[in-house]
């Protein structure tokens, strides 16, 4: 018992000095995918800003947002928009999320230089991924059977293929898993019958990027919102960010600052 | 006098007592810690859904925990790399011990062991840049991230620890065993095979046995290498996903205390029990078979 209470003084103290960010702390909590995002900036900043100090932490979108609605945090990084239900719950405790979208996250189907395939669809590369269609004659390549490259499934990247190309169905069980970006860039830069899937920031020559129902996958299309495979990164602050945080959220929004060091991890800048 | 002597000893002995049990706690507290947070798993799947079903998606919408494609991946792995490891490194140990000169011995026998001292990334590198594309090339098979690219890797992991140890056991199998069979007639060959070898099998089996727990228990190398596909290999030229590779590419990503993060740590335990029943082998053969009398070990 007396073990309990102790644990519970220590829970309550750190929710206190987190709900009371004093100037000059500023904390961050919510997405992996952000994470590497938040991680250069806070770093970038600290250093020109020496008297703050800035926390991180992952945990996940949902996490992030909820810990918004409680207080809990300054800053809640996001890889997707609130959800109408987390909006209903903030607004009932009086709370107003106000986002900052902060980069986009664009993947690009990639293949062997050597493959004669320029352009795919959506739906031939759901198929590929669900194993439907095992061999590259089927979508008008060599005859030759497909090695598909998928990503471990807990992986931002993942996330965002599963729900834009798979629509949320499964990966076949056969297909390769690869632990990162540069880990599936190099297994398709060693095999011509490979296909896989990168973040736009680790397209290599090596790899030859394919177009995706016409388009190629860059800045400009992922900007204009018309290559397929993409999505916006936001922060989220509880109603309009003040002192410290406002002036964090500057330097990320920054186009020679935070937006240089986004490209720098691997993401897709605003400008 | 008598009396400064008797608490210094007793001091001696308390002390050397606290540095060999501090091994066993920490170790006895990291497997407390392994079950309690692999055990919470069952409470979602059954301990047979878990085992042997066959879809691992523990990220999707509704999650399947299935490791059996992993422990087949494991396991056919570990037999792999075993089966070329086991012959290579046993046989090196008895030319080194019985064949080879005391020069050659004295180089060979520390580049073996230094060979042992390879990190496993930079094997795992070897095998995903080199190996790979060369047996694409040369086998015309649609990938060389395979189990028999990583079993392949993985015996060179096991061969200096198999050579070293069951080198050290036949070299010390006593002169006059040997000599004994060469008076009666017996060939070199004949006294190897049928001397030497039935002499130092304790030892032999105990190199083997930890050769194959640091294939079972290898990462990186399986991570790098054996491709990742968790699905039950149709052949060896198929991608596997060992169970420690299911473990490390998705441990980093898992959210803290999910059931995704319970099923990792219940593979771990998996994997435990793996090397646990391996140790135990080994164990019981050396015991088995330890030579009494002029031979032993």
């Not at chain 1, 996490?63 to 909006?87: H, L, M, P, Q, W």
Request: with cysteine; aromatic share 10%.
């Amino acid at each position: 018992m007396k073990k309990l209470s102790f644990v519970v003084t220590i829970a309550l103290s750190i929710f206190c000095m987190a709900t009371v960010a004093v100037a000059g702390n500023i904390v961050i909590k919510g997405s992996t995918t952000v994470l590497p995002i938040a991680q250069k900036v806070a770093e970038a900043y600290m250093k020109e800003n020496p008297e703050v100090s800035i926390s991180l932490s992952g945990g996940g979108s949902g996490n992030g947002i909820k810990a918004i609605i409680d207080g809990t945090t300054d800053i809640a990084d996001s890889s997707r928009f609130i959800k109408g239900k987390e909006v209903k719950l903030a607004v009932e405790k009086g709370v107003y999320p106000v986002p900052f979208r902060v980069a986009y996250d664009c993947i690009v189907p990639v293949v062997h230089p050597s493959n004669p395939i320029k352009d795919i669809s959506m739906d031939q590369l759901k198929a590929i991924y669900k194993g439907e269609v095992k061999n590259w004659k089927d979508v008008g390549g060599p005859d030759k059977k497909v090695v598909v490259i998928s990503r471990d499934t807990s992986s931002g990247t993942y996330e965002v293929w599963n729900k834009k190309v798979m629509k949320k169905d499964r990966v076949y069980p056969g297909a390769l898993l690869q632990a990162s970006n540069g880990a599936v860039a190099q297994a398709v830069a060693k095999n011509k019958y490979a296909i896989g899937y990168i973040g736009l920031g680790y397209l290599n020559k090596d790899v030859k990027a394919l177009t995706v129902n016409g388009v190629t996958g860059s800045m400009e299309t992922t900007i204009d919102g018309t290559f397929p495979i993409s999505r916006p990164l936001f922060m989220f602050t509880q109603g309009w960010p003040k002192g410290e945080t406002v002036k964090f959220l500057n330097y990320v929004l920054h186009p020679a600052k935070g937006q240089k060091l986004v490209g720098e991890a691997g993401y897709v800048p605003l400008y | 006098m008598a009396n400064t002597r008797q608490i210094k000893d007793r001091g001696m002995n308390v002390f050397f007592f606290c540095i060999a049990t501090a091994s066993i706690t920490i170790l006895f507290m990291i497997s407390v810690f392994l079950f309690m947070e692999g055990l919470p798993i069952f409470k979602v799947v059954s301990v047979k859904d878990f085992i042997f079903g066959s879809y691992w998606y523990p990220t999707s919408d509704p999650p399947d925990f299935g490791i059996f494609p992993l422990i087949i991946g494991s396991v056919v792995v570990t037999i792999l790399s075993a089966s070329v490891s086991i012959p290579l490194g046993v046989m090196s140990a008895v030319y080194l011990a019985e064949i080879a000169r005391v020069k050659i011995r004295e180089i060979v026998k520390p580049i073996v062991e230094l060979l042992a001292a390879l990190p496993s990334v930079v094997i795992g590198f070897f095998g995903m840049v080199i190996v790979a594309p060369f047996l694409q090339n040369v086998l015309d098979i649609p990938t060389g991230l395979n189990i028999f690219n990583a079993s392949l890797m993985l015996a060179f992991m096991s061969v200096p620890t198999i050579c070293s140890i069951s080198e050290d056991a036949i070299y010390s199998v006593p002169t006059n065993l040997k000599e004994a069979s060469l008076a009666l007639g017996a060939t070199h060959l004949e006294t190897i095979v049928r001397v030497v070898l039935p002499a130092s099998i304790s030892g032999i089996s105990t190199a083997i046995i930890l050769g194959m727990s640091r294939a079972i228990g290898e990462t990186m190398v399986v991570l790098m290498v054996a491709g990742g596909a968790a699905m039950v290999p149709a052949s060896i030229f198929d991608p596997a996903r060992p169970m420690p590779a299911s473990i490390a590419a998705e441990m980093a990503e898992a959210p803290f205390r999910g059931d995704h993060y319970y099923a990792l740590f219940a593979t771990g335990i998996v994997l435990f029990v793996f090397i646990f029943i391996f140790n135990i082998i080994a164990e019981h053969i050396a015991h088995k078979y330890r030579q009494v009398g002029e031979a032993s070990l």
